[in-house]
């Protein structure tokens, strides 16, 4: 009975959305990754990634990613960037593609979702509807730090989504969706 029921749960997994993949493997880091750590680490490629106890917003989506669906957003970006450096922001001074760091950029992965059709529209201010679980929504915090966070499957008392980032505690579920203004909306194909 008990391999029956593995063996359920396995076939659900295989037709699981992408979007319950992700937010499934974002749980996972709740408790793991505890520091919020922006330094510059110089990593391998592919598939690089700094220590799972430390990390940024950008290292929960990249983590949820690889692990829920094998997508490497390290791999992904750096090869989109490669062949359409133009198409991405220039607010580093960059003059050439940085495999170690590019993908941990906020405003470089709005453009890579972007350029791979992943933009869905803004709600309206204080409207949560429009967001479903594995969602990737970023944000600025502080007026001008950009920020990215993934929608939970859980909900606050009030009906709102919760969401997985990495704001400065380490990755943590918290009521933070409608905290700050939205600059983005994503839904992985």
Known sequence: MKLLAILLASLLSLHAEPGDKIIAAAHKQVGVTVTYDPAYV??????????????????????????????D?????????????????????????????????????????KRRGCQLPLPKPGDASAFHPGDIVTCNVASSLPHVMIVSDH???????????????????EDSLLSYPLTGHYRWK
């Open 42 to 71: 110089s990593m391998a490629y592919p598939n690089g990634d700094v220590p799972l106890d430390r990390g940024v917003c950008s290292d929960v989506l990249i983590r949820a990613l690889r692990d829920a669906l094998a997508e």
């Open 73 to 113: 957003l390290q791999k992904l970006v750096h090869e989109d960037m490669r062949s359409h450096f133009s198409d991405y922001p220039k607010l580093w001074g960059m003059t050439r593609t940085d495999s170690s760091i590019d993908h941990r950029r906020v405003p470089n992965l709005r453009a890579y979702l």
């Open 155 to 173: 909900k606050t008392a009030d009906g709102h989504p919760m969401v997985i980032h990495n704001i400065g505690g380490g990755a943590l579920e």
